[in-house]
């Protein structure tokens, strides 16, 4: 191992894969710290739609509680960049060293934690323009997501290779990082080598297991509140517009409050939207060879957090 650089473990995967459970019986056999990776819950009061880990989920199976980070640190409106992300989290890795522990990176954001583990040089950073951001929606909904996705191969055709027309957000945010910054998104770069130490960590299911289980969370989530949940936050005065209220869930129970859509369709395009996202997430890593997988369709979770001990002790000399 490079002593000049800090482990750091991953442990990343789609939503719904699992993560969250086996997370914290690794960290405890690890004596490690989690770091959320995860983009949404970030947030203060986006509790049902994002799957926020509770306090009775930090626990481990033997009543050990472990601490996690970069949950509920900002409010929706507060703006909250990959690039703070990047600095806050290595803050937090620092930290974690010194007080003799190890780091686990736990989520499934692919620009977040790559841009952490790669070191990435962020036009994220760019700040966000609401009023933009909303003429560039109303764009993409009139002039179609090709003709879109045609500008943005005109000013940089890098991110255009690597960013799908239906990629809405993505696409959107490229073109607004453009028109703010005048630089194209795509000049964010990953180092020669990784500040890190690392060790990634993928865990997969059969796609058609993995469907069903992100189906029966949203049935699951929209039981506990949903719903309500959405309600209370446009109550307190928050912009539907507001990045965080058009993740996943929210964008769509917003359409229902708002009369747009029935509650079989939004239930429907909950489901679709969840399955997508899915979908891309593993597309994201599927290109990094670094990834060591497990598939839990095929093995048990107790045999997987076997075998990721045994490559962390390989790779960091634990005893």
Same mark, same amino acid.
Not at 129 to 134: A, G, I, S, T
Not at 189 to 194: E, L, T, V, Y
Not at 229 to 238: F, H, N, P, S, V
């Given at each position: 191992?490079?002593?000049?650089?800090?482990?750091?473990?991953?442990?990343?995967?789609?939503?719904?894969?699992?993560?969250t459970?086996?997370s914290?019986e690794?960290?405890?056999?690890?004596?490690?710290?989690? &770091?959320?990776?995860?983009?949404?819950?970030?947030?203060?009061?986006l509790?049902?739609g994002t799957?926020?880990?509770?306090p009775?989920e930090?626990?481990?199976?033997? !009543? $050990?509680?472990?601490?996690?980070?970069?949950? =509920?640190?900002?409010?929706?409106?507060?703006?909250y960049? /990959?690039? +703070?992300?990047? $600095? +806050?989290?290595?803050?937090?890795?620092?930290?974690?060293?010194?007080r003799?522990r190890?780091?686990?990176?736990v989520?499934g954001?692919g @620009?977040?934690?790559?841009?952490?583990? =790669?070191?990435? $040089?962020l036009?994220e950073?760019?700040?966000a +323009?609401?009023? @933009?951001?909303?003429e560039?929606?109303?764009?993409? $909904?009139?002039?179609?997501?090709?003709?879109?996705?045609?500008?943005?191969?005109?000013? +940089?055709?890098v991110?255009a /290779?690597?960013i799908?027309p239906?990629d809405e957000?993505?696409? @959107?945010?490229?073109?607004?990082?453009w028109?703010?910054?005048?630089?194209?998104?795509?000049?964010q770069?990953?180092?020669?080598?990784?500040p890190?130490?690392?060790l990634?960590? !993928?865990?997969?299911?059969?796609?058609?297991?993995?469907?069903?289980?992100?189906?029966?969370?949203v049935?699951?989530?929209?039981?506990?509140?949903? @719903?309500q949940?959405?309600?209370?936050?446009?109550?307190?005065?928050?912009n539907p517009?507001?990045?965080?209220?058009?993740?996943?869930?929210?964008?769509?129970?917003i359409?229902?409050?708002?009369?747009?859509?029935?509650?079989?369709?939004?239930?429907?395009? &909950?489901?679709?939207d969840?399955?997508?996202?899915?979908?891309?997430?593993?597309?994201?890593?599927?290109?990094?060879?670094? &990834?060591?997988?497990?598939?839990?369709s095929?093995?048990?979770?107790e045999? /997987?957090?076997?075998?990721?001990?045994r490559?962390?002790?390989?790779?960091?000399?634990?005893?």
């Open positions: 191992m490079n002593q000049a650089k800090l482990p750091l473990i991953v442990l990343l995967g789609p939503t719904a894969v699992g993560k459970a086996l914290v690794l960290a405890a056999s690890l004596n490690a710290e989690i &770091i959320s990776g995860d983009s949404m819950q970030f947030y203060r009061w509790d049902i799957a926020k880990i509770r009775p930090m626990l481990t199976s033997n !009543g $050990q509680l472990i601490t996690h980070h970069l949950i =509920d640190i900002c409010n929706p409106d507060e703006p960049s /990959a690039a +703070d992300f990047q $600095q +806050d989290a290595a803050r937090l890795i620092a930290e974690i060293h010194q003799g190890l780091p686990l990176l989520g954001t @620009l977040y934690i790559q841009a952490l583990c =790669d070191g990435f $040089q036009n950073a760019a700040p +323009d609401e009023k @933009l951001r909303q560039l929606r109303q764009a993409y $909904q009139s002039l179609g997501a090709a003709e879109m996705h045609r500008q943005l191969a005109q000013v +940089d055709a991110a /290779a690597k799908a239906q957000k993505r696409l @959107l945010r490229a073109l607004e990082v028109q703010l910054t005048g630089r194209p998104i795509s000049a770069g990953r180092a020669a080598k990784s890190y130490e690392l990634l960590l !993928g865990l997969t299911r059969e796609r058609a297991e993995l469907y069903q289980r992100i189906e029966q969370r049935d699951v989530m929209l039981t506990a509140g949903l @719903l949940e959405t309600a209370r936050l446009l109550a307190a005065g928050l517009e507001l990045k965080p209220l058009q993740g996943l869930g929210y964008r769509q129970a359409w229902y409050l708002q009369g747009l859509l029935s509650r079989p369709e939004m239930v429907r395009l &909950i489901k679709r969840t399955r997508r996202f899915a979908k891309r997430q593993l597309t994201w890593w599927r290109r990094e060879e670094r &990834i060591h997988w497990f598939n839990l095929e093995q048990s979770p045999k /997987a957090l076997e075998a990721m001990l490559l962390a002790q390989e790779r960091f000399a634990l005893r």
